[in-house]
């Protein structure tokens, strides 16, 4: 049994304004809920129906699942969660490798960054304002389980990289060869809006540029594509 | 004007199964038409609302094209083209680099790959039959202007991999390090699906596999992101 005013609430998590007022946010799906659970995430309520395997707080009907889910076809499993702000520590960014994302505003494009932040050991995400929401489904069904392990952060970018010892390397299509990227023992990688690339602000606060070297035409890479091939060619003279 | 057997057919373009009957598909959005335009992509008509700058063979009212449009917001351009389908070339795959694509079932990866084989001068890329169909919006969608650049195919993978002299190099978790990949002259890199990797005949058909070195904990990178590493480490050694 669901009551009304758990409908409404659950319903109205689609929203960024909603997520943001209440501090809650929801994802649905048994493979990403399944991922998460694993790796230890906390989550306040898991509504499931009678089909979802894994644990849950409350048991509901696949009709109830119907009102309260966020797709047109509902999954067996809708998990709540508590947003969790983090801040930066003081000096964090001169150690190891951060990613930071300038804008970046398709949700499956910062799902997928936190993903290879995972893979490539990456130490923490920055978010501008500006990115797509962390607690949008879209952004966690795209990053899986590495959503419950990589550390990730909203902030104001040129505040967060000024005066920096740590180099700030941006991604660009006029820098030097990504593939003679030196051995930094701590970076942050700022990788740029998929349509402006990266705002002024950041740019002017960037140590270098790097440039996956193009063969054919095509006029950019997708972002979290670049964002990988700069972390595979940083982890490969780092270690 | 649009007359209503129009409507009937634009409207119908949203599925496969009409598309391969009539042998046309539609795109819309203004950034991907006129990337195809610029780049000489052949379409049979162009549907456009007085707010689209480009060529137009079919002027239409914003109601109307709100009646054809695939999408709850409509672009001011709906261009609809011929399905042109190739077939490989005896020998083909023995010369420059291709990429294979064995079950990629999200359009967004496709589409995405097809991007990546235009940046790194990929020759072409293949497609099980289980893959997105190339012609879906989605697709064509993240492809942009590559979808009229890269010459993609659509095949049966065993059968167009057996008895190659060119290397057949496998994407996998448990191959050799990505890095250390030798300057094949010729080769044919092979992505499996998303989510059950590749298929048991294709897998049969590998000369070796390659894997990317993984430092955290993400169970896998994304088909796109894997692909993308995989021509950039290739691209190094082979140029």
């Known amino acids: 049994m669901i009551t009304r005013s758990e409908v409404q609430l659950l319903r109205s998590l689609r929203d960024k304004k909603h997520r943001e007022e209440l501090g809650l946010y929801a994802v649905e799906g048994e493979k990403v809920v399944s991922e998460l659970v694993a790796a230890g995430h906390p989550f306040e309520q898991i509504f499931a129906t009678p089909e979802w395997a894994g644990e849950s707080t409350h048991p509901v009907t696949a009709e109830d699942m119907a009102r309260v889910s966020h797709f047109p076809t509902p999954s067996p499993v809708l998990a709540v969660g508590r947003i969790q702000r983090s801040e930066l520590a003081p000096g964090e960014l001169e150690k190891g490798l951060t990613l930071a994302l300038d804008g970046v505003q398709d949700p499956g494009n910062v799902g997928t960054i936190i993903r290879i932040a995972d893979w490539f ?78 705002s002024d602000a950041v740019h002017g606060l960037l140590t270098y540029s790097v440039t996956i070297p193009r063969v054919g035409a095509a006029e950019s890479l997708n972002a979290a594509v670049a964002a990988a091939i700069v972390c595979d060619n940083l982890r490969r003279v780092r270690g």
Chains 1, 2 share one sequence.
Not at 141 to 155: D, E, K, P, Q, Y
Not at 166 to 193: F, H, K, Q, T, Y
Request: proline share 6%.
């Open 121 to 198: 050991g990456i130490d923490r995400v920055l978010l501008s304002p500006g990115c797509a929401d962390l607690y949008s489904q879209k952004v966690i069904h795209s990053s899986m389980g590495s959503f419950a392990r990589v550390r990730t952060l909203v902030c104001d970018l040129p505040r967060a990289l000024s005066g920096l010892k740590a180099p700030v390397i941006g991604c660009a299509l006029d820098g030097r060869d990504v593939r003679s990227v030196p051995a930094e023992p701590a970076a942050v990688i700022v990788i740029g809006s998929e349509g402006r690339g990266l």
